[in-house]
């Protein structure tokens, strides 16, 4: 079975800090997202990775930048992070093409700026 | 922006019952799967259809699409209080170099035993 593992399940930070979210998949897959999940919004796109040092923006990339030095890991970078960001994090991995490949989901980070 | 929008928000059954749930989407898609959250943790994923398919099984569930009507539904047969989560639709759109989901909102489903 595939394991996509986040690094932490609830984290409490501080406005204006830098937060690291870390997530690791076991599967050798090419593909890896990061989405944001809030109440009556479903999930929306931060970021996504084709591949080891690619990246491309989602649907709501500002305030946020990834890191894929390794296959296995895509990190979610806060660069200052604000209470607007305050939200439960899923991290998703995929095989690459052909495209009819399901995404595989860690169980989130839920994420609290004061 | 999203695409995939569920109907209903939430449905509460009966143990045994069946549960239909929809799901609608507004460009041509390539495939569009169905994924299924537990409270507190992340989505996983139930079923896929192709957009040349009209209809799909798998165990208990049954997907349809009609893309005329760019609309899906998911049905649960002989629900069980397992069945307990939200369920999303997903929708993928062709981008530079591969594809993407979009998700909708969810319905959240509750089965009363």
């Known amino acids: 079975d595939v394991k996509v593992t986040q690094s932490s399940r609830y984290l409490v930070k501080r406005t204006g800090e830098k937060v690291f979210l870390e997530c690791v998949q076991d599967?050798?897959?090419?593909?890896m997202f990061w989405y944001r999940q809030d109440p009556g919004l479903g999930l929306r796109l931060i970021y996504f990775?084709?591949?080891?040092?690619?990246?491309e923006k989602g649907d709501i990339p500002e305030g946020y930048s990834v890191s894929r030095e390794k296959k296995e890991r895509f990190s979610l970078i806060l660069e200052s992070a604000s209470t607007n960001q305050t939200s439960m994090y899923l991290c998703?991995?995929?095989?690459?093409?052909?495209?009819?490949?399901?995404?595989?989901f860690g169980d989130g980070t839920r994420l609290s700026i004061l | 922006s999203q695409q995939g929008e569920e109907d209903p928000q939430a449905l509460s059954i009966q143990e045994g019952e069946n549960a239909t749930m929809n799901c609608s989407y507004k460009?041509?898609?390539?495939?569009l799967q169905w994924y299924r959250q537990n409270s507190g943790r992340g989505l996983v994923h139930l079923i896929l259809?192709?957009?040349?398919?009209r209809e799909k099984h798998s165990g208990r569930l049954r997907v349809t699409l009609d893309t005329s009507k760019k609309s899906s539904s998911l049905l649960i047969t002989a629900s069980r209080a397992a069945d307990t989560a939200s369920y999303f639709c997903?929708?993928?759109?062709?981008?530079?170099?591969?594809?993407?989901?979009?998700f909708g909102a969810g319905t959240i489903l509750r089965v009363k035993s």
């Open positions: 998703a991995s995929r095989r690459g093409p052909p495209s009819n490949q399901p995404q595989h």
């Open positions: 990775s084709y591949d080891v040092k690619m990246k």
């Open positions: 997903a929708t993928d759109s062709r981008l530079r170099g591969g594809n993407k989901l979009v």
């Open positions: 259809i192709r957009s040349n398919e």
């Open positions: 460009t041509s898609i390539n495939n």
């Open positions: 599967m050798d897959h090419e593909n």
